[in-house]
Nanobody
Framework: QVQLVESGGDLVQPGGSLRLSCAAS????????MGWYRQAPGKQREVVAI???????IYADSAKGRFAVSRDNTKNTVYLHMNSLKLEDTAVYYC?????????WGQGTQVTVSS
């Protein structure tokens, strides 16, 4: 069992930057696949970025070139660095963890991009 707590969501202007953090409880963080999903109002939850235990990354097309996912296994934390934010990036961002076919979710953090 792992618990995930996100932080870092905020109101930001278009073109701005944010860093989201997700702190995980429990042991064996380093062998979890971690990632970020988001859900905008009226839309389905969608993947943003995934990072494997070995540090490999996968990004949604909408995130490529603007977002970067990273992890610090010494702190049991995964990050999402977001640059050049757009209005359409407005959503609740959820931290995700997977191990042995078990999925875990955080409670979400709101990111609002608005002028």
């Amino acid at each position: 069992q792992v618990q995930l707590v996100e932080s870092g969501g905020d109101l930001v202007q278009p073109g701005g930057s944010l860093r989201l953090s997700c702190a995980a409880s429990g042991s064996m963080f380093s062998i979890y696949v971690m990632g970020w999903y988001r859900q905008a109002p009226g839309k389905q939850r969608e993947v943003v970025a995934i990072i494997t235990p070995g540090g490999g990354t996968i990004y949604a097309d909408s995130a490529k070139g603007r977002f970067a996912v990273s992890r610090d296994n010494t702190k049991n934390t995964v990050y999402l660095h977001m640059n050049s934010l757009k209005l359409e990036d407005t959503a609740v961002y959820y931290c995700y963890a997977n191990r042995a076919n078990m999925n875990y979710w955080g409670q979400g953090t709101q990111v609002t991009v608005s002028s």
